[in-house]
């Protein structure tokens, strides 16, 4: 029988099953991304001893891959807000986290992130994760520079501006270009190994083992074609990821992911995390929600193009983080979609050069026409927003006036946004129900002793799609990965 089929995340081990320990810590991390090294080194400074299971040949995890932004404000704002001129205050960080978190925002979590977002930047820097300290203003889906500062969710756009004063919260290692995650990365793996967590790549844990009074005491792992039995004297957690590539998972849970065709992940997001928690009776949350972007621009000048459905309605503020209006497409009816734009905004989408033009006209009536919609339902749209816009109004969709202009050079065109014709990012955000302190709680919200779960394979801060803010994923993972480390790390043996 071969030890997948012996040993399943979906199915935890009785100690009694055990027939001895190979090894064993304190404190036992699956997973050695965002939030598993930082639950390591604060499970370390705390005096606890580690053991690190990173299934991949090198730490990192999806995170590596990310473009290094963390989001962080409030208490009057970081020392580079500051500098900057942004007053960002606790209560307006916490009023926008709130509403991100969408109709599932956990208050608690927020107080703790919104008080502490500060201190933990100061943190990352006290590690020596560089930060230039430079401000990039504009919309960007990420800094095309090494600049750390800039606008990078919804902080500007309605109904959040309404709520909450806006400032920029996305703080970016300095990094020339994407790829800043792997910058943050080898600092916090190095910090990790260099205060003593015993690292074991190429390790994968097969199933939690459960001892008296369903307490978790440790892990099945295969490391090395051997399978190994590690007890945690105090506790494991969780830090595997979330579960974008299990195709079974999306298809039960979050089928609507199925239409991005681009999984933003290392590859082993595979789920076995909130499988292992499932199996020692975990609840789980919001495990239908999921990130997902199209990137329609840059260039800018597309934010100042609007988007129509098959029925030549508008249906969202385009100055919206580029996730919310993603899920907005991707509902349309029929997935049909297209951003109109005249010959003055016109311009090729950089990160996606090859979509199709749908139609172009001398007059909105032609690419109507050419899209085949409804007679006259295009035109009026465009009309009526060209009218509101030259008076610097959207009454229906609150665009910001900064984004609004006129659509009345021609030519016209229509860039398709229908289903097929782009290429959407997705990753997943529900994951297991847990405290901040990282304890992971079952149906009835009682903690089970010894599991402690962050970053993805926890419902953290990001529980909501149209939320979404870039750096609010490596802001929760690192945050209440350390948080995690600290409680298992003070958990009684």
Same mark, same amino acid.
């Given at each position: 029988?071969?030890?997948?089929?012996?040993?399943?995340? *979906?199915?935890?081990?009785?100690?009694?099953?055990?027939? +001895?320990?190979?090894?064993?810590? #304190?404190?036992?991390?699956?997973?050695?991304?965002?939030?598993?090294?930082?639950?390591?080194?604060?499970?370390?400074?705390?005096?606890?001893?580690?053991?690190?299971?990173?299934?991949?040949?090198?730490?990192?995890?999806?995170?590596?891959?990310?473009?290094?932004?963390? %989001?962080?404000?409030?208490?009057?704002?970081? #020392?580079?807000?500051?500098?900057?001129?942004?007053?960002?205050?606790?209560?307006?960080?916490?009023? %926008?986290?709130?509403?991100?978190?969408?109709?599932?925002?956990?208050?608690? $979590?927020?107080?703790? &992130?919104?008080?502490?977002?500060?201190?933990?930047?100061?943190?990352?820097?006290?590690?020596?994760?560089?930060?230039?300290?430079?401000?990039?203003?504009?919309?960007?889906?990420?800094?095309?520079?090494?600049?750390?500062?800039?606008?990078?969710?919804?902080?500007?756009?309605?109904?959040?501006?309404?709520?909450?004063?806006?400032?920029?919260?996305?703080?970016?290692?300095?990094?020339?270009?994407?790829?800043?995650?792997?910058?943050?990365?080898?600092?916090?793996?190095?910090?990790?190994?260099?205060?003593?967590?015993?690292?074991?790549?190429?390790?994968?844990?097969?199933?939690?083992?459960?001892?008296?009074?369903?307490?978790?005491?440790?892990?099945?792992?295969?490391?090395?074609?051997?399978? $190994?039995?590690?007890?945690?004297? $105090?506790?494991?957690?969780?830090?595997?990821?979330?579960?974008?590539?299990?195709?079974?998972?999306?298809?039960?849970?979050?089928?609507?992911?199925? #239409?991005?065709?681009?999984?933003?992940?290392?590859?082993?997001?595979?789920?076995?995390?909130?499988?292992?928690?499932?199996?020692?009776?975990?609840?789980?949350?919001?495990?239908?929600?999921?990130?997902?972007?199209?990137?329609?621009?840059?260039?800018?000048?597309?934010?100042?193009?609007?988007?129509?459905? *098959?029925?030549?309605?508008?249906?969202?503020?385009?100055?919206? &983080?580029?996730?919310?209006?993603?899920?907005?497409?991707?509902?349309?009816?029929?997935?049909?979609?297209?951003?109109?734009?005249?010959?003055?905004?016109?311009?090729?989408?950089?990160?996606?050069?090859?979509?199709?033009?749908?139609?172009?006209?001398?007059?909105?009536?032609?690419?109507?026409?050419?899209?085949?919609?409804?007679?006259?339902?295009?035109?009026?749209?465009?009309?009526?927003?060209?009218? &509101?816009?030259?008076? +610097?109004?959207?009454?229906?969709?609150?665009?910001?006036?900064?984004?609004?202009?006129?659509?009345?050079?021609?030519?016209?065109?229509?860039?398709? %946004?229908?289903?097929?014709?782009?290429?959407?990012?997705?990753?997943?955000?529900?994951?297991?129900?847990?405290?901040?302190?990282?304890?992971?709680?079952?149906?009835? *919200?009682?903690?089970?002793?010894?599991? &402690?779960?962050?970053?993805?394979?926890?419902?953290?801060?990001?529980?909501?799609?149209?939320?979404?803010?870039?750096?609010?994923?490596?802001?929760?993972?690192?945050?209440?990965?350390?948080?995690?480390? $600290?409680?298992?790390?003070?958990?009684?043996?």
């Amino acid at each position: 029988m071969s030890e997948e089929v012996r040993y399943s995340p *979906g199915r935890a081990v009785s100690e009694a099953q055990v027939p +001895g320990w190979d090894d064993e810590a #304190d404190v036992v991390v699956v997973g050695f991304g965002a939030a598993g090294a930082c639950a390591a080194i604060e499970a370390r400074n705390a005096g606890a001893d580690v053991i690190v299971l990173e299934v991949a040949g090198a730490g990192g995890g999806s995170a590596a891959l990310s473009g290094g932004e963390v %989001y962080v404000g409030g208490n009057g704002g970081t #020392d580079v807000q500051r500098e900057h001129g942004f007053s960002d205050s606790t209560d307006d960080l916490r009023r %926008y986290l709130m509403m991100s978190g969408g109709p599932a925002a956990d208050a608690e $979590r927020v107080d703790v &992130y919104a008080e502490n977002a500060v201190q933990h930047f100061n943190w990352l820097r006290s590690l020596g994760v560089p930060f230039k300290g430079t401000y990039l203003p504009g919309k960007w889906i990420e800094p095309p520079t090494d600049d750390t500062l800039l606008w990078s969710g919804n902080e500007k756009a309605w109904p959040w501006s309404a709520e909450a004063q806006p400032a920029p919260r996305g703080h970016t290692v300095q990094f020339t270009g994407w790829g800043g995650g792997q910058v943050l990365m080898k600092v916090l793996c190095d910090q990790a190994v260099a205060l003593g967590a015993q690292l074991h790549c190429n390790s994968r844990a097969l199933a939690l083992v459960i001892g008296e009074h369903r307490r978790v005491v440790g892990v099945v792992a295969r490391q090395d074609g051997q399978i $190994r039995y590690l007890r945690a004297r $105090r506790g494991v957690i969780l830090c595997a990821g979330g579960f974008i590539c299990n195709a079974d998972m999306v298809r039960r849970f979050v089928p609507s992911a199925l #239409d991005c065709q681009l999984p933003v992940t290392g590859g082993n997001d595979d789920g076995s995390g909130i499988r292992m928690g499932i199996s020692v009776g975990a609840a789980t949350l919001n495990m239908q929600e999921f990130f997902a972007t199209l990137p329609f621009f840059p260039p800018a000048s597309l934010v100042k193009g609007i988007f129509v459905n *098959g029925h030549g309605q508008r249906f969202v503020n385009e100055d919206s &983080y580029h996730g919310r209006v993603a899920h907005a497409v991707l509902r349309q009816p029929q997935g049909r979609a297209w951003l109109l734009v005249d010959n003055e905004i016109f311009g090729r989408p950089i990160l996606q050069e090859d979509l199709e033009i749908a139609a172009v006209g001398e007059s909105w009536e032609e690419v109507e026409q050419e899209l085949g919609l409804p007679a006259g339902a295009l035109v009026h749209a465009v009309e009526e927003f060209n009218r &509101y816009a030259a008076a +610097g109004e959207d009454p229906h969709f609150h665009k910001s006036e900064e984004w609004l202009r006129p659509l009345t050079e021609p030519p016209f065109a229509a860039l398709s %946004y229908c289903k097929g014709d782009f290429q959407a990012h997705a990753f997943t955000l529900g994951g297991l129900a847990t405290k901040p302190t990282g304890e992971v709680l079952d149906a009835d *919200g009682e903690a089970i002793t010894g599991l &402690y779960a962050a970053g993805r394979t926890a419902c953290g801060l990001p529980r909501w799609g149209e939320g979404y803010s870039s750096g609010l994923s490596l802001g929760d993972s690192t945050f209440f990965g350390r948080m995690a480390g $600290r409680s298992a790390a003070a958990l009684s043996s």
